[in-house]
């Protein structure tokens, strides 16, 4: 869904120093972003290439990632969903 997308053109001076502390580009890997907007509308039930694992599973609702789906909602209630961003990286 948002794989690939790298580093967002506009991230923060603070995402940015964030970012260079963990090593940046060099030192990181599967750098990416999605909005509350793109969240909103996904698809939890569809499956893993293999067919075996929804995104439900994986990080849905009842995971540790529902968390952050709560906040990112909440906030996209005051500032829009398009407006509402998470940007993740894996070290």
Do not use: C, K
Not at 54 to 72: E, L, N
């Amino acid at each position: 869904m948002a794989e690939g997308r790298g580093f967002p053109d506009d991230g923060s001076d603070g995402l940015r120093a964030e970012f260079a502390d963990y090593g940046g580009p060099h030192g990181v890997h599967g750098t990416t972003w999605l909005t509350w907007a793109e969240l909103d509308t996904t698809d939890w039930q569809e499956t893993n290439a293999s067919g075996t694992r929804t995104r439900a599973a994986a990080a849905g609702i009842d995971t540790d990632w529902g968390r952050v789906w709560s906040v990112m909602r909440i906030l996209s209630e005051v500032h829009g969903a398009e407006n509402v961003r998470l940007v993740v990286w894996f070290h």
